[in-house]
């Protein structure tokens, strides 16, 4: 038996990077995978290239800061699979910019699209999971930098943050109302990606210098992989974490241990 088997996952931003490796374990761990993203032309490439290895696979383009388009998704997820037993809410956007540089249209950009899309990815997937009498799980995508300060990152610290507080309190009303659905955040390191990969310009040195310094933040000595972050998606969507709500669990090479 692969450890998915029976489940049916919803994966934002599943059209690149963590969120497309994520897809992929989940498929190839037994799941059936909907893509949700706004790049539709990638995520029906992926879709395509799932079903080509013989797994149930669709995209469905998805806004998360829509809640029409989550009505949408979440229904287009049980024509695919029958029901909904996990969301991911992966999709995301970097600014590199400190409290000084922030305007507050970018500040509301990346408030809405981490912050509310989490938000409305757990309002929705909890109404399309708690008729399921099964285990049921919501994996919500924050960072080591809801955890520790890091200047430059000053919204997108303070919409990861949200998406942790959101998420236990979350946990708390599924736990009470006994629905059976976990809801946990996952906080990786510098993962390479192609958010990550914008990121050297902003420090005035080339890829390779860039490569050098994030990879001496991290005390494993290397930056993360999509992987390292989708076998914890793996584990939080299966049943082996059926005891798991409301916690936070770091993937980031020691980052935050120092
Ligand atoms: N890469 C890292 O180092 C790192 C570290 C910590 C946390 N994260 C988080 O992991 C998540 C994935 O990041 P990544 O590095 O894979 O980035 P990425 O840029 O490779 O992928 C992000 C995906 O989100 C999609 N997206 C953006 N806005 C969207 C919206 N409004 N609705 C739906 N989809 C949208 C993009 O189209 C893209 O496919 C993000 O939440 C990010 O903040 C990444």
Known sequence: MARLDGKVAIVTGGASGIGRATAQMFAREGARVLIGDID???GCRLADELRDEGHLADFVELDVTSAAAWSHATEAAI?????LTCVVNN???????????????????????HATGAFLGTQHGIAAMKANAEDCSIINRSSIDSLVGEGRFLAYSAAKGAITSL????????????YGIRVNTVHPGYIRTPLVSAEPQQFALDAERFEQEVASWHPLGRLGEPDDVA????????EESSWVTG????VDGGYTAR
Do not use: Y
């Not at 409290?99 to 809405?112: A, I, N, S």
């Open 167 to 178: 998420t236990k309190a979350a946990a708390m009303t599924c736990a009470d109302k006994g």
């Open 247 to 250: 916690a936070e669990f770091v």
């Open 79 to 83: 024509d695919l699979g029958g029901k």
């Open 91 to 113: 999709a995301g956007v970097t600014l590199v910019r400190d409290v000084e540089q922030t305007t507050l249209e970018e500040w509301h950009r990346v408030m809405d699209i």
């Open 40 to 42: 539709a032309p990638t």
């Open 231 to 238: 076998h914890m998606d793996v584990f939080l969507a299966s």
